[in-house]
C-alpha cells in the first residue's frame, strides 16, 4: 500500500522518480506527487488520481528538475484521495519534506501536542503530523535531519518507510523503515530508493534491503550511514546482487499484466518445480523442508495463515495435506489469527502464505506464532520481501514479478510448492504407497502441459464473459478442491469487474443461496472431481429448474453435464488433488474477459492494491 521512490546522484531525478512510481503504482493509485530539490529550492507537484495525471501536470511546467527528489504513489488511509492530501507532505517552514507509507496510530495524539506548540495544519493526513513532529525536534534540540527523524520515530507507534529531505541539506535523503518495506539501489556515486527493487532495475542491480527498525542516511558523494532507530548502534548491511531482469516487468505484447500473467502460468509451474522435482529418480528436493524435516514429522498440527488469495492456497493445500500427508490443518485468515489468541503449541507448524511477503495481518501472525516457540515456514514470491526473512524457514514460488493486481500465477505457484511439500511429507511418513507416490509425482510433472490447454479455451471463455457481463450477481460453486477455487473465481470477479459473487460449496446451496436463484443469475459451476460428480450434477438440476444459468467447467469428452449446462468449458483431466490447477485458469480468464468488456481498469482495479502493508 502506498509506494515511495527517491533518487540522490548527478543526473535529473524527475524521470527517474515518475518512471520508478509508474513501477510501483500497482501499491496505490489514488493520487500520486513528486517533489525535487532544485538549486536551493523545492519543487513540488501533486495529483489526486493515477500517475498518468500527475505527468500531464508536470509536463505543463517548464522545468521540473534537480539531482534529489522523492516520489509517492497513494493508497489512502488518512484522508480521503485530494490534491491536498497527496504526498509528498512539507513542514510548516516548508524546509521538510516526506514521502510515508505505512500509517502513524497515534498520530491523533502527536497533532495535538503539535497543535498546542503553534502548528499548523493543512491536511487530514498522519503523514503531515510526522514531519511536523521531525521539525519540532529538530528546532528544539537544534540537530540535523538525521537524528531529527531517528528521535521523532521513537515517538511514533504504527508503521512506515518514510523519506525525508531538508531544504538546508541538499545532499541528504534520510529513509528508515518500520513495518513497511524500503530498499535502497546502490548506483555509481548516487542511490535509488524504492518500496521494491522495480523502481531502479534499469539503473542498478546492487540492493540494499532495509530491516524493520532500521534507517539510513543517505549522502551524495559521502559514506552512506546506517543506524538502528531504537538505539544509536550501527548496522552494516550487506549489498545483495539483483537477478530480476526488466523484460518481466514489462507487459511483453498483453493488454494488461494480468492477461500476461494468465498466460505465463505454464512456465511459472515449471520455474516451481526447477530442481525440486525430479521425475525420474522419484525425488522432491525442497531445502527448507529437508533442513527441518524432524520438525515436520513431527507435527501435530500445521496452521496456515494468509489473506485474499494466498489464503484460498491455504484451503486447498489444507485438502492436499490431510489426505496426501495425513497431517491435521487448520487455515486462518491472519487478522483473525492474530487477534483471537490462538493456542499455539511448539510442535505446531505455522505456513504463511504471501505473494507480496509484505502483508501487515500476515506478518503479525507470523511474529505471534514465532514468540510462542512454534517453527515458522514462509511461502513468498517476492525474493528478499520481510515475510520471506521473518519466517524460520522456508521457500519461493519463482512466480517472477506479479504486478496485476489481482493474484493470479503467485496462485497456481503457491500451490505448486504446497503440493510438493504435501506429497514430500507423505513419502517421509511413510503414509503413501510407493505407486500412488510416483502417480502424484508423475502427474505434477505433466500439469504445465495441461495448463497450457486449459489456455486454449481462452477464445471460448470470452464468448461467455460477453453473455454474462451484465449480470449484478454471480454463484460459484465447487466441492472438496475445488471449493476453495469457487471462492477464488468469485474473488477474482468482484476485485476486478465490481460484480457482487459469492463462492460456495455446491452442496450448501441449498441452505440459502437458492434463493437468490433466477434466470439472471448465472451459477459457475466446477464439475470434474469424480467423487462428486452425481451429487453435482443433483446441484446442477437444482439450479436449473428454478431459470439458472449454468456454466461448468468439466473435463474433457463429459456427458452428462455438457447436456444439462448452458455452457461448458473443457478441461483436460488430471487427478483430484490437482483439478485446481486446470479449473482455477478459465475463471481467471472469466474475470478478465468480463471486467476488459465492462471498461474497468484490469490491472489497478478501484480501491485495491497490491501489497497490504497495514492492517
Ligand atoms: C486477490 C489478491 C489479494 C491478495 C491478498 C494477500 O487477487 O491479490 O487478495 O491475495 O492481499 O496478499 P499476499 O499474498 O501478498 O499476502
Same mark, same amino acid.
Given at each position: 500500500?502506498?509506494?515511495?521512490?527517491?533518487?540522490?546522484?548527478?543526473?535529473?531525478?524527475?524521470? *527517474?522518480?515518475?518512471?520508478?512510481?509508474?513501477?510501483?503504482?500497482?501499491?496505490? #493509485?489514488?493520487?500520486?506527487?513528486?517533489?525535487? #530539490? %532544485?538549486?536551493?529550492?523545492?519543487?513540488?507537484?501533486?495529483?489526486?488520481?493515477?500517475?498518468?495525471?500527475?505527468?500531464?501536470?508536470?509536463?505543463?511546467?517548464?522545468?521540473?528538475?534537480?539531482?534529489?527528489?522523492?516520489?509517492?504513489?497513494?493508497?489512502?488511509?488518512?484522508?480521503?484521495?485530494?490534491?491536498?492530501?497527496?504526498?509528498?507532505?512539507?513542514?510548516?517552514?516548508?524546509?521538510?519534506?516526506?514521502?510515508?507509507?505505512?500509517? =502513524?496510530?497515534?498520530?491523533?495524539?502527536?497533532?495535538?501536542?503539535?497543535?498546542?506548540?503553534?502548528?499548523?495544519?493543512?491536511?487530514?493526513?498522519?503523514?503531515?503530523?510526522?514531519?511536523?513532529?521531525?521539525?519540532?525536534?529538530?528546532?528544539?534540540?537544534?540537530?540535523?535531519? &538525521?537524528?531529527?527523524?531517528?528521535?521523532?520515530?521513537?515517538?511514533?507507534?504504527?508503521?512506515?518507510?518514510?523519506?525525508?529531505?531538508?531544504?538546508?541539506?541538499?545532499?541528504?535523503?534520510?529513509?528508515?523503515?518500520?513495518?513497511?518495506?524500503?530498499?535502497? &539501489?546502490?548506483?555509481?556515486?548516487?542511490?535509488?530508493?524504492?518500496?521494491?527493487?522495480?523502481?531502479?532495475?534499469?539503473?542498478?542491480?546492487?540492493?540494499? #534491503?532495509?530491516?524493520?527498525?532500521?534507517?539510513?542516511?543517505?549522502?551524495?558523494?559521502?559514506?552512506?550511514? #546506517?543506524?538502528? =532507530?531504537?538505539?544509536?548502534?550501527?548496522?552494516?548491511?550487506?549489498?545483495?546482487?539483483?537477478?530480476?531482469?526488466?523484460?518481466?516487468?514489462?507487459?511483453?505484447?498483453?493488454?494488461?499484466?494480468?492477461?500476461?500473467? =494468465?498466460?505465463?502460468?505454464?512456465?511459472?509451474?515449471?520455474?516451481?518445480?526447477?530442481?525440486?522435482?525430479?521425475?525420474?529418480?522419484?525425488?522432491?528436493?525442497?531445502?527448507?523442508?529437508?533442513?527441518?524435516?524432524?520438525?515436520?514429522?513431527?507435527?501435530?498440527?500445521?496452521?496456515?495463515?494468509?489473506?485474499?488469495?494466498?489464503?484460498?492456497?491455504?484451503?486447498?493445500?489444507?485438502?492436499?495435506?490431510?489426505?496426501?500427508?495425513?497431517?491435521?490443518?487448520?487455515?486462518?485468515?491472519?487478522?483473525?489469527?492474530?487477534?483471537?489468541?490462538?493456542?499455539?503449541?511448539?510442535?505446531?507448524?505455522?505456513?504463511?502464505?504471501?505473494?507480496?511477503?509484505?502483508?501487515?495481518?500476515?506478518?503479525?501472525?507470523?511474529?505471534?506464532?514465532?514468540?510462542?516457540?512454534?517453527?515458522?515456514?514462509?511461502?513468498?514470491?517476492?525474493?528478499?520481501?520481510?515475510?520471506?526473512?521473518?519466517?524460520?524457514?522456508?521457500?519461493?514460488?519463482?512466480?517472477?514479478?506479479?504486478?496485476?493486481?489481482?493474484?493470479?500465477?503467485?496462485?497456481?505457484?503457491?500451490?505448486?510448492?504446497?503440493?510438493?511439500?504435501?506429497?514430500?511429507?507423505?513419502?517421509?511418513?511413510?503414509?503413501?504407497?510407493?505407486?500412488?507416490?510416483?502417480?502424484?509425482?508423475?502427474?505434477?510433472?505433466?500439469?504445465?502441459?495441461?495448463?497450457?490447454?486449459?489456455? &486454449?479455451?481462452?477464445?471460448?471463455?470470452?464468448?461467455?464473459?460477453?453473455?454474462?457481463?451484465?449480470?449484478?450477481?454471480?454463484?460459484?460453486?465447487?466441492?472438496?478442491?475445488?471449493?476453495?477455487?469457487?471462492?477464488?473465481?468469485?474473488?477474482?470477479?468482484?476485485?476486478?469487474?465490481?460484480?457482487?459473487?459469492?463462492?460456495?460449496?455446491?452442496?450448501?446451496?441449498?441452505?440459502?443461496?437458492?434463493?437468490?436463484?433466477?434466470?439472471?443469475?448465472?451459477?459457475?459451476?466446477?464439475?470434474?472431481?469424480?467423487?462428486?460428480?452425481?451429487?453435482?450434477?443433483?446441484?446442477?438440476?437444482?439450479?436449473?429448474?428454478?431459470?439458472?444459468?449454468?456454466?461448468?467447467?468439466?473435463?474433457?469428452?463429459?456427458?452428462?453435464?455438457?447436456?444439462?449446462?448452458?455452457?461448458?468449458?473443457?478441461?483436460?483431466?488430471?487427478?483430484?488433488?490437482?483439478?485446481?490447477?486446470?479449473?482455477?485458469?478459465?475463471?481467471?480468464?472469466?474475470?478478465?474477459? *468480463?471486467?476488459?468488456?465492462?471498461?474497468?481498469?484490469?490491472?489497478?482495479?478501484? %480501491?485495491?492494491?497490491?501489497?497490504?502493508?497495514?492492517?
Amino acid at each position: 500500500m502506498c509506494g515511495i521512490v527517491g533518487y540522490i546522484g548527478s543526473k535529473d531525478a524527475y524521470p *527517474i522518480i515518475l518512471n520508478g512510481l509508474k513501477r510501483l503504482e500497482y501499491r496505490g #493509485y489514488d493520487s500520486a506527487g513528486i517533489c525535487l #530539490y %532544485n538549486n536551493g529550492k523545492i519543487a513540488s507537484k501533486k495529483s489526486k488520481g493515477q500517475i498518468s495525471k500527475l505527468e500531464k501536470k508536470i509536463s505543463k511546467l517548464k522545468s521540473f528538475s534537480g539531482f534529489m527528489g522523492i516520489g509517492h504513489t497513494r493508497w489512502a488511509t488518512h484522508g480521503e484521495p485530494n490534491d491536498n492530501n497527496s504526498h509528498p507532505h512539507s513542514s510548516n517552514s516548508n524546509e521538510l519534506h516526506i514521502v510515508h507509507n505505512g500509517i =502513524i496510530e497515534n498520530y491523533s495524539s502527536l497533532k495535538k501536542e503539535l497543535v498546542d506548540k503553534g502548528f499548523v495544519f493543512y491536511t487530514d493526513t498522519d503523514t503531515e503530523v510526522l514531519v511536523n513532529l521531525i521539525e519540532y525536534i529538530q528546532l528544539k534540540e537544534k540537530i540535523k535531519l &538525521g537524528e531529527a527523524v531517528q528521535l521523532a520515530l521513537n515517538y511514533v507507534v504504527g508503521a512506515y518507510a518514510i523519506a525525508v529531505i531538508d531544504i538546508k541539506k541538499p545532499d541528504e535523503i534520510v529513509v528508515a523503515r518500520l513495518g513497511s518495506p524500503l530498499c535502497i &539501489g546502490i548506483g555509481d556515486d548516487e542511490y535509488f530508493i524504492g518500496s521494491d527493487v522495480t523502481p531502479f532495475l534499469d539503473h542498478t542491480k546492487n540492493v540494499i #534491503y532495509l530491516n524493520d527498525g532500521e534507517m539510513a542516511i543517505i549522502r551524495n558523494h559521502k559514506q552512506t550511514q #546506517y543506524r538502528k =532507530i531504537k538505539d544509536d548502534s550501527f548496522t552494516n548491511p550487506t549489498v545483495e546482487k539483483l537477478e530480476i531482469d526488466l523484460a518481466k516487468i514489462q507487459k511483453g505484447g498483453f493488454d494488461h499484466f494480468m492477461l500476461k500473467e =494468465i498466460y505465463e502460468q505454464p512456465k511459472a509451474v515449471i520455474d516451481t518445480l526447477r530442481g525440486r522435482l525430479k521425475t525420474k529418480s522419484g525425488i522432491i528436493k525442497m531445502s527448507g523442508v529437508d533442513d527441518y524435516i524432524d520438525k515436520f514429522l513431527a507435527a501435530n498440527k500445521i496452521t496456515i495463515v494468509a489473506c485474499g488469495t494466498s489464503w484460498h492456497a491455504g484451503l486447498i493445500a489444507e485438502y492436499m495435506f490431510e489426505k496426501i500427508a495425513k497431517i491435521p490443518v487448520e487455515v486462518e485468515y491472519a487478522s483473525e489469527f492474530r487477534y483471537r489468541n490462538p493456542v499455539i503449541n511448539k510442535s505446531d507448524i505455522i505456513i504463511a502464505i504471501s505473494q507480496s511477503g509484505e502483508t501487515a495481518d500476515t506478518l503479525a501472525a507470523i511474529k505471534l506464532a514465532k514468540s510462542s516457540g512454534a517453527f515458522v515456514y514462509g511461502i513468498c514470491n517476492v525474493v528478499g520481501s520481510t515475510i520471506s526473512r521473518e519466517t524460520d524457514a522456508g521457500s519461493y514460488t519463482h512466480a517472477g514479478p506479479e504486478i496485476g493486481v489481482a493474484s493470479t500465477k503467485a496462485f497456481t505457484t503457491q500451490m505448486t510448492v504446497l503440493y510438493l511439500i504435501a506429497v514430500k511429507l507423505s513419502k517421509s511418513k511413510g503414509v503413501i504407497s510407493s505407486k500412488k507416490y510416483r502417480e502424484y509425482i508423475y502427474e505434477l510433472s505433466s500439469i504445465e502441459k495441461k495448463i497450457t490447454k486449459v489456455l &486454449g479455451t481462452d477464445n471460448k471463455v470470452k464468448k461467455i464473459a460477453n453473455k454474462i457481463k451484465n449480470s449484478t450477481n454471480c454463484l460459484y460453486l465447487g466441492r472438496g478442491y475445488n471449493f476453495p477455487v469457487a471462492l477464488e473465481g468469485a474473488l477474482k470477479l468482484k476485485e476486478i469487474s465490481y460484480i457482487h459473487a459469492e463462492g460456495y460449496p455446491a452442496a450448501e446451496m441449498k441452505h440459502g443461496p437458492i434463493a437468490l436463484i433466477d434466470k439472471n443469475m448465472p451459477s459457475i459451476v466446477i464439475a470434474t472431481n469424480k467423487l462428486y460428480y452425481d451429487k453435482i450434477l443433483s446441484n446442477i438440476q437444482e439450479i436449473k429448474s428454478r431459470k439458472g444459468k449454468i456454466i461448468a467447467i468439466v473435463f474433457e469428452g463429459d456427458k452428462e453435464i455438457s447436456k444439462i449446462a448452458d455452457e461448458t468449458i473443457e478441461v483436460p483431466e488430471t487427478i483430484a488433488a490437482l483439478t485446481p490447477f486446470v479449473t482455477t485458469i478459465p475463471l481467471q480468464l472469466l474475470a478478465y474477459h *468480463i471486467a476488459v468488456k465492462l471498461g474497468k481498469n484490469v490491472d489497478q482495479p478501484r %480501491n485495491l492494491a497490491k501489497s497490504v502493508t497495514v492492517e
